[in-house]
């Protein structure tokens, strides 16, 4: 996996043995992880470097983890980011208070990690679903993200890495209009310095390379706001 269609966990816990354990079973199913200790540096992280998911602690030290995720639930840019609550507190008055303020999930400690994982993987199924393996169909095209193959009615297409992963981030969300910001952000990293134009010219090789042997081109251009598809 390259490092933009790797998926990016956030994981915010106080005890440090607890976070490297998590930290360690994430990356060993192929995540990117950061990593925060505290509600404060956790807020500033998301902003630096924005998560696919969160996997938070509701005990931490100064911001909770429920004013965390509260705070993020009501914010249009961090809204839609899974998180999925760790909590001590089993009551059933807990686990309400806890999906009131938006999670997405709430696990209850002692966990398994193995059925943590598998949250986590279901979450990102919901909202990620190629960075983790799913096979995504729009009309005639079958983009499978556990082989990386594409097929439009049919019959294989030859994709160039940039862009099979325009083209499942596009498949995701179809309908969706991305600016090229956005798509340099989700497809080259942020990390990567590269020119919107750039994207420009990925696009026109995606456009090329859907239209072998289907002349109708399913990217839409978006006058003054970027490209979606469909
Ligand atoms: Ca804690």
């Not at 998926?7 to 354990?21: F, H, I, K, W």
Request: charged share 30%.
């Amino acid at each position: 996996m390259s490092a933009a269609e790797q998926p990016t966990v956030l994981v915010v816990e106080d005890e440090p043995a607890q976070r490297e354990v998590l930290a360690y079973n994430l990356e060993a199913e192929g995540f990117r992880v950061n990593r925060s200790e505290n509600g404060d540096d956790a807020l500033l992280l998301v902003d630096e470097d924005k998560p696919d998911i969160i996997v938070l602690d509701w005990m931490l030290p100064g911001v909770s983890g429920i004013e965390i995720c509260r705070r993020l639930k009501s914010r249009s840019e961090t809204r839609n980011i899974p998180i999925i609550i760790l909590s001590a507190r089993s009551e059933e008055v807990d686990r309400v208070r806890g999906l009131e303020t938006g999670a997405d999930d709430y696990v209850v400690k002692p966990y398994s990690v193995v059925e943590l994982m598998a949250r986590v993987r279901a979450q990102l199924r919901r909202t990620r679903p190629a960075s983790v393996g799913e096979r995504l169909e729009f009309e005639d095209i079958l983009l499978d993200a556990e082989t990386h193959k594409v097929f439009r009615n049919g019959k294989l297409l030859k994709l160039g890495p940039t862009e099979f992963r325009l083209l499942s981030t596009f498949m995701e969300k179809p309908g969706r209009v991305w600016s090229r910001e956005q798509l340099l952000d989700r497809v080259w990293g942020r990390d990567i310095y590269v020119d919107t134009r750039t994207v420009d010219v990925h696009i026109g090789r995606l456009r090329k390379a859907l239209c072998t042997h289907n002349g109708s081109d399913p990217v839409r251009t978006v006058r003054g706001a970027g490209y979606a598809l469909g």
